[in-house]
């Protein structure tokens, strides 16, 4: 599972058109908005399908754990293609996303745009240094003793998180 | 190098810090707006370095491509990391940005949001079949045999641009 986090002043959808894997839902869920939200962009992998549960379980926890350290109440998931170029089967790509609705929504205001659907947006990132940050959740890398199960590994984002650990080292010496 | 093309009603940013990285830039530079634009959110990678002109060459000619496509005017290059895991040396990377925008501009408005810095941005993405794209550019695996330099390969957008044929196809049918 890849995903990239924006924290958003707002965030806002309308399903356009269907495409041939999409998601049925109701005319409510066609359209959506949230404030002062965390956006979560999603692509579910092939990899996740060895363990939805699992890969749910990890999303969530990567999910919540960025929305409380950017101070987020409220939770967008907004299924994302272009992330990934090995993209799970649409079927458990729609099991993933409502199984992170779900765990998610345990604890703060969730909403969620459909799958396989071409959608306008509108989106407004904060631009702070935690703003936008980029996880790749590798379920089942543990197998072949690379990284635990369901490990948040930093492939996509090392080089942009170095860059935000020395700047938040500099902010730090600047106020001390 | 990563590309992710969104037909935008309006894109803005604002640069508010830089990183250790920042491209240095005139005031003026730290902000943006172009509207009906195409946004190329972009990331230079390692690959992009073993021909830095071929890479710019590339790029431009497929960022003109779509441009051209879905009839936009202005274009946006916004550097965007959170593409790749195989990103290039930031100097290199600013010399592409600065290599596209000579060449787009051309023919085009072309804007261009400054490198290493932590910006805000507003978008709208229009939401028709094409405002989304993205497009991998693999300059110099024509060595391996695997493709010809320069060329645009489908390594990310494959199945999503399945689905986009097939949404073309049932609309030509549909108009017909
Ligand atoms: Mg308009």
Do not use: N
């Not at 058109?17 to 109701?26: I, S």
């Not at 939805?52 to 919540?64: F, T, V, Y």
């Not at 779900?102 to 071409?118: H, I, K, S, T």
Request: aromatic share 6%.
């Amino acid at each position: 599972m890849q995903l990239l986090l924006i924290h958003s002043d707002y965030i806002e959808f309308e399903a356009k058109r269907p495409t041939p894997v999409a998601e049925k839902v109701e005319e409510r869920e066609k359209s959506g908005r949230l404030e002062e939200a965390l956006c979560a962009f999603i692509a579910v992998e092939k990899m996740d399908e060895i363990d939805i549960p699992a890969a749910i379980a990890a999303g969530a926890k990567e999910i919540a754990s960025v929305a409380e350290q950017v101070k987020a109440e409220r939770i967008m998931l907004y299924p994302y293609a272009h992330l990934s170029s090995q993209l799970s089967a649409p079927k458990a790509a729609v099991e993933v996303l409502r199984g992170l609705e779900e765990a998610l929504r345990q604890d703060r205001e969730v909403a969620r745009a459909p799958f396989g659907w071409y959608k306008a947006f509108r989106l407004s990132c904060k631009g702070h240094p935690l703003s936008e940050l980029s996880r790749s959740i590798r379920i089942g890398e543990g197998a072949s003793g690379a990284a635990p199960p369901g490990t948040a590994v930093g492939a996509r984002p090392q080089e942009r998180e170095e860059v935000v650990s020395e700047a938040l080292k500099a902010e730090e010496k600047a106020v001390s």
